[in-house]
Structure formats: structure tokens, C-alpha cells
């Protein structure tokens, strides 16, 4: 699959390759990206980069138990060490702030930064004031995610997200974050991809803690929204002058055929990966239709709530990879048919840049109070090999320009997206799959924690440099 998606790139962009003066990723002249105020940034989270686990009064999160668990994570990987970032920040700083990207979106690790009894470890934040104020000494615009999925291991003991107790815990969390961290943080964004810590996490098994019963996910699901809510006015007392949001993966569910069954099962495939949390968030309620798809999930909601959760927002992340086509299961349900010859990546996802521009252009129809929007993850995963000093990631450069593409399609549609966050700035942990899939920018050496600067990121960095010429 891996290497018939590279024939597919090199047969379409035969100039990426050979020619050292070509630029296969610079937008065109009349591209949106152009505009100085499109902010462009990379991202990563905490539990895939930081490492040190043990140290400095860090507490067990469950990833740490999860991927210590045999048969969860591909190759028995963990994040014990990752990146190493908790102790090379400095560089990994430079290294952001050399390639002159604009903005850097990180996630904070909540056991790292309070104890069980809601006491915070001033290790932990003293970790973060460094890194959040070294990234404003260089001007990077800095986007922090308070739940990027490390959730402390002694609240998932009392039940994790399916107990209601968790959304009031992370609010203190929040409250902390927010006393300690202010005017460092140019956004907050609450949680980061709801959907895969209820449905991944509760609902299938795949990630931690590895539940799987659809109505463990729904009612998971109706306790992060239910925390994002409540934290969002603590954080507009605590940070004023900061913005708020909330980052969803949102997936494109395309019909097999053109039969109304097929065509309701691609309705029903959106509505399970996006309605289920936009809808909650823009509307005040949950689509009937996913209960249509699961029968008798309904979470217990409790008065308010629903009304807790349709707080005003200042942006939406959106993060996007890839499409899945799907197909009537003959039920009430889809079933995935994947497609063949088509162009993948390492992950094995489909690369369909028309998704997101079609995502984005169905949300603002969808949603008349749709905030303005920031891609807060977008990229793909490559088997990067470091020949003579140097990663030609061709692949990924061609995708980012596709991806880009897109956005300014949108952006010309009437979507207010006002930037781009690119996953990520550097390999990294990830997940189920461990180090074997490589999304950065820039290379990790594993062994010895050497960094190289892929292809991408320079081609990147040239744009940057390039616009901002331009302002002259
Ligand atoms: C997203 C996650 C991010 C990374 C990418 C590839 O779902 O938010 O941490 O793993 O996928």
C-alpha cells in the first residue's frame, strides 16, 4: 500500500524529485495562505513527546498503564522517554522558532501538575511557565490543550470520564491552569479530539483505557463535553484576554453508491464521528440519529447541561486526516468498503485534501454560530529514513500543499479559517501504533534523540520566509 501511494505522488508531482530548484509546497500567488495574519504553526501533545514519566512528582496517567499493558501498542512501545522533550525543550524550542514557524500547539500534562488531591506540583507547572515563556520570549503564538488524553490514572480508578465526578475534577484543573498560566497562553483549547477519548477509549478498546461498549462511549462523551463547558467560563475569568475553544476530529464519510441506503449510511457515519460533538456544542443537543445507530446509548444528561456545554466559543480546532468510504451494514448501521488504488499513507489512511474543504464549507451551512476556525492537527505519516544527513519526505510535501489547497478553497467559500497547525512538529509517540508511524516535520532518531529537519519543514520555512518578505 505504502509503496503504491509513493508511485502514485512521483507519477503526479515528477518535479519533486531530482530538481533542486523545484518547490513542490509553495501555495500559488493568489493562495489565502499568503496572508500575514494566516497564522501557520505545528503541534504536538504531551504524553507523545515529553517522556520522564517519573519525574518531578509526575503521576501515572492512563497511557502509562495502558501501553504497559501486552497487546496494546504496536512493538510494547510507551512514552516513557519519547522525545525526551522535558528535558531538551530548549532546543526543540529553537528548533520551532528556527524554522520560523508562528505558532507552537502543545498540551499540558494534568498528573504532572497536580496531585490526587487537587494539590498542585509546582515542579510540573514551573515545567510549563519555562517552555510557555521561553516560546513568547521568541513571539511564537502559543496554543495550549489542557486534555490531550493523559487523564491521571487514580481518576480513571474511580470511574475516568464515565463518572460525572471527572468533569468537575478537570475544571479545578483548568482553574489551576489557568491561575498559573496566564498571559502565556494566547489560546486554550479544553480537550482535544473528544470523539476518540469516548469512542476509542470506551467505546472499541483501541486507545486507553481500553474499554469498548457503546454506551460506556456515549456516556464518556456527554461527561468531556459536560467538562469543556464548565471550564470554559473559568478559564474567561481567569485569562481574559485569551481565547477559548475546543479541537474535534471530524471525519469525511463518502456513499459507495448512489443508493439511498449507502447515502444514508455515509449521513450516519458523519453523524457519529461530527454531529455527535458539534452538534452538542453549536445546537444544545445530540443528533437522534446516533441513537438510531446505536439504540439505547442515550447518556443520562441532568438538567442544564446541555445548555452548560452550548457555552459561546471563540475558535473551534479542527483536526482532519482522511476519509472513509462506507456502505449500508443492511441495518441501521455502515459498514467500511475502502477503496483500492488509491493514494495512502503509513497509516493506511486515505489522502482526500476534498474532505476537509467540504467539512468546512458543510459546518459553516450547518452551524450558524460556528466560531472562527483554526486547523489545529493536519498531516500524515511517513517511513522517514535519514540518507546522507537528509529526509526526502516527498509524500508529505506533496499532501501539506493538497491539504493547503483546501483550507484556502474553503477560506474562499466564506469559512473563516484563520490558521493551520501542521502534526506534527516532530515523530513522535503515537499511540496504539508507538514510533513505527512518523508524522513530523522533523525526524527523531530514537537511539540517540537526534533531530533532522525533514524536507517539509524546510520547504515550509521557505514560504514563511518568503511571506514574510513580503511584508516589507
Ligand atoms: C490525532 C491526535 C494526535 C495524533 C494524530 C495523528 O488523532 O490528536 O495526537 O496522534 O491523530
Redesign the pocket.
Known amino acids: 500500500m505504502v509503496n503504491n501511494a509513493s508511485a502514485v505522488v512521483d507519477a503526479e508531482h515528477p518535479s519533486a524529485h531530482g530538481d533542486p530548484h523545484s518547490d513542490p509546497f509553495t501555495p500559488p500567488a493568489d493562495s489565502s495562505l499568503w496572508r500575514q495574519d494566516f497564522l501557520l504553526g505545528a ?1 504536538t ?1 504531551s504524553y ?1 513527546i515529553e517522556g520522564a514519566v517519573n519525574e518531578d512528582g509526575r503521576l501515572p496517567s492512563i497511557w502509562d498503564t495502558f501501553s504497559a499493558t501486552p497487546g496494546k501498542v504496536l512493538a510494547g512501545d510507551t512514552g516513557a522517554v519519547a522525545c525526551d522533550h522535558y528535558h531538551r525543550w530548549e532546543q526543540d524550542v529553537d528548533l520551532l522558532a528556527g524554522l520560523g514557524l508562528e505558532a507552537y500547539r502543545l498540551s499540558t500534562a494534568w498528573p504532572r501538575v497536580m496531585d490526587e488531591n487537587g494539590a498542585p506540583n509546582h515542579k510540573g507547572l514551573d515545567f510549563y511557565k519555562r517552555l510557555l515563556g521561553r516560546l513568547k520570549e521568541k513571539n511564537i503564538t502559543t496554543f495550549v490543550t489542557l486534555y ?2 493523559d487523564l491521571p490514572q487514580h481518576l480513571e480508578d474511580r470511574g475516568g470520564w464515565l463518572n460525572r465526578e471527572t468533569a468537575y475534577r478537570f475544571v479545578d484543573y483548568a482553574d489551576l491552569m489557568s491561575r498559573e498560566l496566564h498571559g502565556f497562553v494566547d489560546a486554550w483549547a479544553t480537550l ?2 473528544p470523539w ?1 477519548s469516548a469512542y476509542l477509549g470506551y467505546g472499541n478498546g483501541h486507545h486507553a483505557p481500553g474499554l469498548s461498549n457503546l454506551r460506556f462511549a456515549a456516556q464518556a462523551m456527554h461527561h468531556l463535553l459536560l467538562a469543556h463547558g464548565l471550564a470554559i467560563p473559568v478559564l474567561r475569568a481567569n485569562d481574559p484576554r485569551s481565547h477559548k475553544g475546543i ?1 474535534a ?1 471530524v471525519g469525511r464519510g463518502t456513499p459507495n453508491s448512489d443508493s439511498a441506503a449507502d447515502r444514508r449510511a455515509a449521513e450516519l457515519f458523519e453523524v457519529q464521528h461530527n454531529a455527535w460533538i458539534l452538534d452538542p456544542l453549536f445546537k444544545g443537543e445530540y443528533p437522534q440519529d446516533l441513537f438510531e445507530l446505536w439504540p439505547g446509548s442515550e447518556p443520562l444528561v441532568l438538567e442544564g447541561d446541555m445548555h452548560t456545554i452550548n457555552t459561546p466559543l471563540d475558535f473551534l480546532g479542527i ?1 482532519y ?1 482522511f476519509r472513509t468510504n462506507v456502505a449500508s451494514d443492511g441495518g441501521h448501521g455502515f459498514k467500511d468498503v475502502p477503496l483500492a488504488d488509491v493514494e495512502r499513507t503509513q ?1 493506511g489512511w486515505e489522502v482526500y485534501p476534498d474532505g476537509l474543504r467540504d467539512l468546512l464549507t458543510g459546518f459553516k451551512d450547518t452551524y450558524a454560530n460556528l466560531p472562527p476556525i483554526y486547523i489545529t ?1 493536519n ?1 500524515m ?1 511517513s517511513d522517514d529514513k535519514v540518507i546522507d544527513g537528509r529526509v526526502e519526505d516527498t509524500q508529505r510535501i506533496s499532501f501539506l500543499k493538497r491539504h493547503l489547497a483546501a483550507v484556502d478553497q474553503a477560506i474562499k467559500a466564506g469559512v473563516d479559517v484563520r490558521g493551520y497547525f501542521l ?2 512538529l516532530m515523530d ?1 509517540f ?2 496504539a501504533f508507538g514510533y513505527e ?1 512518523r ?1 513530523g516535520i522533523v525526524h527523531v532518531d530514537y537511539q540517540t534523540q537526534k533531530r533532522t529537519i525533514k524536507r517539509s519543514a524546510e520547504l515550509v520555512s521557505k514560504f514563511l520566509e518568503d511571506r514574510k518578505a513580503q511584508a516589507q
Open positions: 503541534a501533545a507523545q490531550h488524553w482535544n479530539e476518540c479541537v476530529n483536526n486526516y497509516m492537527e498531516g505519516a502534526w506534527s513522535n503515537e499511540w508511524r508524522f
